[in-house]
C-alpha cells in the first residue's frame, strides 16, 4: 500500500472503504506543494474510478440500517471520539494541510483546523438535543420525526479541505446518513489523515468513506449513483450544474455553496481605519476564499481616506513560505488557477477598467501574485461581476444607500457581505436590502454553528449549519395519532 512522508509525517493515501484502505488504482495522480511548484510532488494519491465509487456506496449502503438504528447518544460517540482525535493531532493535520494547500500553518493550527474538531462535537450533540415538535390539531396528537435519509456523497473544495470536509460530513453522521467523501484533487492529503482518524475512532465499517480521485472519473460515478440519497457540494456553479442534474434525474435532495462576489460597503460614518484594515485583509490566502470580500464599495466622499489607509495596510502584507511566520499572503494552489487568475487581471486592463494596484506575478516561476485593485470603467465590467479566486479586488464608489444596495445587489451572486457603518438605523435598514445569506456589520467571519449558512443565487442552495443542516440530512415524518384512541 502506497504511504507518503510530508513534514515528516508518513501515512496511506489509499482510499477508505468498508473500514479498510483500499488502493487498487491502476493509475494515480500527483500533489503538489504549491509553495514549491515545480519541484518534485510531496507524493501520489489513487486515481479512483466507478468501480472504486461502486464499491465505497455498496460499503455505505451495507453500513446505513446500523447506523441509522443507533440512537443520536450512540452516534455521538465515535464522532466525539473523532474530535478528541483531532484535538491531539493539530500540528499533524496542519503540516501536512499547509504543505498541499499552502494556507499558513499556524492559521490552520490555531484556527482552521480546531473547527474542525468543534463541528464534530457540536452536530452530534446537536443532533442528540433535537426537540421533536408537538402539537395538537384536529383531534389529533401530532410530532415531527427525523429520519436518516440514507448514504450521502459529500465533495468538498481544496480550500481549507480538512474542516469545510468536517463542516458536512458532521452533520450527516449526526442525522444517521452514512457518508462517501470525495475531497478536492488539488489537496487530498489531509483526508488521508482523516481516514486514520475514522479507523482509530471507531466508526462501524462502511459508515464513513473516503474515495480520492478526478471529478470527471469518481465524482461522476458517485453523484449518479441511485443508490445515494443525499449530495452535498462546495465548488463552483459550473460543476453544480452538474451535480444537481445528476440529482434531479435521481430525485435526490441537493445542497451546493458555489462561491461568492460579496461586497464591503464603507459608509461616510463608517470607521474607516477598521474598514481599511479589514479590506486588505481580503488578501489573505490570496483571496482563496468564497466569502472574500471583493468588492469595495466606498462611499465618494470618503474615497481617498480609505484608499491612504487601505494601501497602507496592503503595503504590510508579506508573500511568503506558510511555514514562516512573517507570512500574511500564502500562494495559489495550483499553477492552472494563477493563469485563470491572470487571465482576469489582463482582461480587465485591455478592456479599460485601471489597475490601481499590482497586478503581476511574484517571484517568476512561482504561485503568488500580488495583491491587486482595479477600478473598473463599469458595473458590468468581468472584474465585477465574475468571482475570480485570487488576490484581486475591485473599487467603486456610491452617492447613497440606494446607489450602495443597487451595486451590492448587482451581480448573480450573494454568499455574504458586510458594510461599516456607525448608524444602527442604517445597519438595519441596508442589511435588510442587501441580498446576500450572510451580512456582517463592522465584522467579518464570526460564525455561529447553529446559523443558517448559505448563498442566494449562483451562490448556492439551501442552508447549511446547525438545524437547518440536519434537517437536510434527515427525512422529515409527522406521525398523527388520533387522541384517546391508544392508551
Not at 458532521?170 to 492529503?189: D, F, M, Q, R, Y
Not at 511555514?323 to 491572470?342: C, E, Q
Request: overall charge negative.
Amino acid at each position: 500500500m502506497a504511504t507518503i512522508t510530508v513534514r515528516g509525517q508518513t501515512f496511506s493515501t489509499a482510499h477508505l472503504i468498508d473500514g479498510q484502505r483500499v488502493d487498487d488504482a491502476e493509475s494515480t495522480f500527483p500533489s503538489h506543494n504549491p509553495c514549491h511548484w515545480g519541484a518534485a510532488p510531496l507524493g501520489a494519491v489513487p486515481r479512483g474510478d466507478a468501480k472504486v465509487a461502486t464499491l465505497a456506496v455498496d460499503a455505505a449502503v451495507r453500513a446505513f440500517p446500523g447506523w441509522a438504528a443507533m440512537s443520536p447518544a450512540e452516534r455521538r460517540e465515535p464522532m466525539h471520539r473523532l474530535a478528541a482525535l483531532i484535538d491531539a493531532s493539530l500540528d499533524r493535520i496542519a503540516a501536512v494541510e499547509a504543505s498541499d494547500m499552502a494556507m499558513r500553518f499556524e492559521s490552520l493550527k490555531m484556527r482552521v483546523i480546531p473547527r474542525a474538531a468543534r463541528n464534530f462535537r457540536v452536530y452530534a450533540d446537536m443532533a442528540v438535543a433535537y426537540e421533536e415538535r408537538v402539537w395538537h390539531s384536529n383531534t389529533t396528537a401530532n410530532r415531527v420525526l427525523r429520519m436518516p435519509a440514507g448514504p450521502a456523497v459529500i465533495i468538498t473544495p481544496w480550500n481549507a479541505p480538512f474542516m469545510l470536509s468536517s463542516w458536512k460530513v458532521a452533520p450527516a453522521l449526526a442525522a444517521g446518513n452514512t457518508v462517501i467523501l470525495k475531497p478536492a484533487e488539488w489537496s487530498p492529503l489531509s483526508a488521508c489523515l482523516l481516514a486514520e482518524m475514522i479507523v482509530e475512532a471507531g466508526f462501524p465499517p462502511g459508515v464513513f468513506n473516503i474515495v480520492h480521485g478526478l471529478g470527471h472519473e469518481v465524482g461522476d460515478a458517485l453523484v449518479t449513483d441511485p443508490r445515494v440519497r443525499r449530495l452535498s457540494f462546495t465548488g463552483s456553479p459550473a460543476t453544480a450544474r452538474k451535480i444537481g442534474a445528476a440529482g434531479a434525474k435521481n430525485i435526490v435532495p441537493f445542497t451546493a455553496e458555489l462561491g461568492g462576489k460579496a461586497p464591503l460597503i464603507v459608509f461616510d460614518d463608517a470607521d474607516i481605519d477598521m474598514a481599511a484594515k479589514k479590506a486588505a485583509g481580503q488578501y489573505d490566502d490570496s483571496g482563496q476564499s468564497c466569502m472574500a470580500n471583493t468588492r469595495l464599495l466606498v462611499h465618494q466622499s470618503v474615497r481617498d481616506e480609505f484608499l491612504a489607509h487601505f494601501y497602507a495596510y496592503t503595503a504590510a502584507h508579506v508573500l511568503g513560505d506558510a511555514f514562516d511566520d512573517a507570512t500574511t499572503i500564502t500562494p495559489l494552489i495550483h499553477g492552472d488557477h494563477l493563469d485563470r487568475v491572470l487571465g482576469f487581471v489582463d482582461r480587465a486592463i485591455k478592456s479599460g477598467d485601471k489597475l490601481l494596484l499590482g497586478g503581476k506575478r511574484h517571484r517568476e516561476g512561482q504561485l503568488w501574485i500580488e495583491p491587486t485593485l482595479i477600478e473598473p470603467q463599469s458595473n458590468e465590467s468581468e472584474i465585477v461581476q465574475n468571482e475570480v479566486f485570487g488576490p484581486v479586488l475591485s473599487i467603486q464608489t456610491f452617492a447613497d444607500e440606494a446607489e450602495a444596495v443597487a451595486l451590492a445587489n448587482s451581480t448573480r451572486y450573494g454568499l455574504s457581505a458586510v458594510l461599516y457603518t456607525s448608524s444602527a438605523a442604517r445597519a438595519e435598514r441596508v442589511g435588510r436590502l442587501v441580498r446576500a445569506g450572510t451580512v456582517w456589520v463592522n465584522c467579518y467571519l464570526i460564525r455561529d454553528l447553529t446559523a443558517p449558512f448559505g448563498g442566494t443565487g449562483i451562490s448556492g442552495l439551501g442552508r447549511e449549519g446547525g438545524d437547518f443542516a440536519l434537517d437536510f440530512h434527515s427525512d422529515l415524518k409527522t406521525l398523527q395519532i388520533l387522541e384517546d384512541s391508544v392508551s
